[in-house]
């Protein structure tokens, strides 16, 4: 039995809430949530840690040190708190065990640059991802790719631009916003000429790909990507084989950081810098 402990800026959220049915359902019985730390109670209105510890029953630790004892691998989590995943992987990333970082990884590129370093020099497997990663887009010779998908900004532009990299690289060079909040589009441009075009309205994601030999394809994500998410990260946990690059991490990060910029000064090229 593989143990995964979970280290959690507040526990009762979506995340955590949902990963141990997950990971009992998907694990073929290889795996199992066997602690939890809180660094603070809900502070949006939600159950306290221990009261989550209950619900789930899943034990609850005062500290992350007892975590990474008890535990084979690690799941860092705040989803919605990526300014608090350096301090909470901490610990973990010096452990050697391997780590999941929630997505959004990072709050900017030279923190994410800095977590990755922080895991080298302990020789910690880790990677991170948006659950929509392991979705496959599936044109091939993408020229343009067009996509849209609502929720807002803060919580949901990572889950359409890590597709668009996956798909069309890393080598992209600069993004422009248009329109007005909260139903704004982006351009990315891509050094090879390639471009791609995200539009924050709509209630499911949709992608439509422009390939080289201009056929097209209409694609609405509708895949259990949350159950290929959950496979591939405990694969991960298995082999110790990382599943997304750290560069594309990164580049992901670097677009976030610049489309942030972008929304408050429309129509205006910001460079993405890596």
């Known amino acids: 039995m593989i143990k995964i402990g979970f280290v959690d800026y507040y526990l009762d959220e979506w995340h955590a809430n949902n990963y141990p049915e997950m990971i009992n359902n998907l ?155 909260p139903y704004e589009s982006f351009t990315l441009e891509f050094a090879d000429g390639k471009d791609a075009h995200i539009g924050m309205c709509g209630k499911k994601l949709r992608f439509i790909e422009g390939c080289e030999d201009g056929t097209n394809e209409n694609i609405t994500v509708e895949s259990p990507y949350f159950e290929l998410f959950i496979k591939a990260m405990l694969e991960f946990f298995k082999t110790g084989i990382i599943p997304v690059p750290h560069e594309q991490t990164i580049a992901v990060i670097a677009v976030i950081e610049a489309a942030k910029k972008a929304r408050e000064n429309p129509y205006e090229w910001f460079e993405i810098k890596k």
């Open 27 to 181: 694990g073929g019985g290889e795996f199992e949530v066997c602690c939890a730390y809180g660094h603070i109670d809900s502070p949006i209105g939600g159950i306290t840690n221990k009261e989550w510890s209950k619900k789930y029953n899943i034990p609850l630790e005062k500290s992350i040190e007892k975590v990474i004892e008890k535990s084979d691998c690690i799941v860092v989590l705040s989803p919605d708190n990526p300014e608090m995943h350096e301090e909470l992987s901490r610990l973990p990333l010096e452990s050697g065990k391997r780590v999941y970082i929630d997505k959004t990884f990072a709050p900017d590129t030279v923190t994410a640059k800095r977590i990755f370093e922080y895991a080298d020099k302990f020789s910690t497997p880790v990677y991170s991802c948006s659950s929509l990663k392991m979705f496959l887009l599936k044109g091939k010779n993408i020229k343009t790719l067009y996509a849209n998908w609502g929720g807002g900004f803060k919580h949901q532009f990572i889950h359409v631009t890590e597709p668009i990299l996956s798909v069309m690289g890393t080598n992209v060079k600069r993004i422009m916003c248009v329109g007005s909040q």
